[in-house]
């Protein structure tokens, strides 16, 4: 787990290191300028030449550090001064000085870009306002040569706390951020100006953080960061879990299959699936594994007695409950959610239509309101962006300005964990740290990807995870099976099948 900060965050936790443990700017900014120059020899040699872009703030600093310890390696490297010589801080002031002396070449605005290898250092994580003027024109030089791209920190012009392109930014090939990966590296646009990111240690205590009890974590490293819930090898279908899965009106038969394959395929020992009678036959010949219950799916009438009983049978037959994928808005939709919702104590994860219909009753979302739940077992509710608006009463683009402040606002009023899709999805819930997800792929945004993320964190919730751990666990695990589908053919071929085929492979390791 990595904590992601702000730019104040950021700011403050240089301050701790400085007043609290000893640790100069200075220092921090030839520890900074090593691990950007081990990671240049790294990636691309000796045989290079390269230029710096370096503006008047410490980035700069750290940009003019790079220049001199290239040369120190017989590596031909040279200084651009972007910025203001009036305004250079202290530190840069220094690091300009004694480039002087070691006669460093050193040109003041930006000529030539005919480099192999580009440093920006223009701009750290404090900007604020939109890139204009001389800055623009480096910016676009830049962008426009043919050089590789090395940024400092983050690219000059992304915005460090939510990704924003302020006017126009760097786009480079590797980030080298420092100590800690920065919100603008992870949120788009921002993190499609920033190529690779290599996030690297400056010598800032680990003390700074170790502590921390608000704010944003994700996972770097699947390998050792995945874990799924451990098999017991004298258990039976029983001990892994049973899921009842409300799913699939007439003709979206597979929305439920999707989901149910997706729990099957992440270990869960039974599911039983309430769907629409239309879809029954196909499922049966599909995933035979599974206990198919059905009701008529007449849309408008409601829930009958009958068929109120065979739900309610399910429901207490299952561990876990999920419910939302492809049940349609319909009045018997609706009624069957009424049923479910005001009578289940059991964990639950809301997907899709359910949340849709949710939205528009205030009765139902009130069942998981802050100080008006009657049960404490774990909620939770996966909406896309669309449906997350609708829940929430706000536009999307109010909501995109500052989705982890909007997710935040959500989970002090509900008891819910939440798992807000989008490119970057968040997992958020009251007292806990916000997990933002960095795995998964564009070739995922088709249909029925949602479904299998609902299905694989039934899955994981059947067998004993909590419903934070499930959402955190089966977003990673939902996007890491995206990229190993996208390594094995492209985005463009992926289809949601492709999605649950992949699980294996995250299995084996």
């Not at 640790?23 to 691309?44: F, N």
């Not at 939510?162 to 420092?178: N, Q, S, Y």
């Amino acid at each position: 787990m990595e904590h992601v900060l702000t730019s104040a965050e950021m700011k403050a936790s240089d301050r701790a290191a400085t007043e609290e443990y000893g640790i100069g700017p200075l220092v921090l900014m030839e520890r900074a300028a090593l691990q950007t120059v081990r990671m240049i020899l790294d990636r691309y040699g000796t045989d290079i030449y390269v230029g710096v872009m370096a503006g008047s703030g410490n980035n700069g600093g750290d940009g003019i550090a790079v220049a001199r310890i290239l040369q120190e390696h017989g590596i031909r490297a040279e200084i651009n001064m972007v910025g203001e010589l009036s305004k250079l801080s202290p530190e840069t002031a220094s690091q300009l000085e004694t480039a002087k002396k070691l006669n460093l070449p050193i040109h003041y605005g930006v000529g030539s870009v005919l480099y192999d290898v580009i440093v920006d250092a223009v701009f750290g994580i404090g900007i604020t306002r939109n890139v204009e003027g001389k800055y623009r024109k480096a910016v676009e030089a830049m962008n426009a040569s043919k050089a590789k791209i090395v940024a400092v920190d983050i690219p000059s012009g992304v915005n460090a706390d939510d990704g924003r392109i302020m006017g126009c930014a760097v786009k480079a090939d590797i980030t080298v951020t420092f100590a800690y990966r920065k919100l603008g590296l992870m949120l788009y646009p921002g993190a499609s100006c920033a190529g690779e990111v290599v996030c690297v240690p400056i010598g800032i205590p680990g003390a700074v953080t170790a502590n921390k009890r608000s704010g944003v974590v994700t996972f770097t490293d699947w390998k050792k960061d995945l874990h799924f819930p451990g098999r017991n090898p004298s258990g039976n279908k029983g001990t892994f879990g049973k899921v009842l899965l409300v799913a699939g009106s007439r003709n979206m038969g597979g929305a439920c299959l999707l989901s149910a394959l997706s729990a099957y395929r992440t270990g869960a020992g039974m599911v039983r699936i309430f769907t629409a009678a239309q879809n029954r036959e196909g499922l049966l010949k599909k995933l035979p594994e599974a206990i198919v219950d059905t009701y008529e799916d007449d849309t408008d009438s409601e829930i009958t007695q009958e068929e109120s009983g065979t739900l309610l049978s399910g429901l207490e037959w299952a561990d876990i409950v999920a419910v939302g994928p492809g049940i349609s808005m319909s009045a018997k939709a609706r009624s069957i959610l009424a049923v479910l919702l005001t009578r289940c104590v059991k964990p639950v994860v809301i997907d899709a239509d359910a949340l849709n219909i949710l939205s528009q009753s205030a009765e139902l979302l009130g069942l998981y309101a802050f100080g008006y739940r009657k049960n404490d077992s774990d909620v939770i509710f996966t909406p896309h962006l669309g449906e997350f608006s609708r829940l929430m009463q706000c536009p999307v683009a109010e909501i995109k300005k500052d989705m982890i402040a909007s997710c935040k606002a959500f989970t002090r009023k509900y008891d819910v964990s939440l798992v807000c899709k989008d490119a970057r999805t968040l997992v958020s819930k009251r007292g806990k740290l916000t997990y933002l997800n960095a795995s998964g792929n564009d070739g995922m945004a088709t249909a029925g990807s949602g479904d299998v993320l609902t299905g694989i964190i039934a899955g994981l919730l059947a067998q004993g995870y909590s419903g934070f751990e499930a959402a955190v666990m089966g977003t990673y695990a939902h996007g890491i099976a995206g990229d190993i589908a996208r390594a094995k053919t492209s985005a463009y071929y992926i289809m949601a099948q492709d999605i649950i085929k992949s699980l294996g492979d995250i299995e084996k390791e």
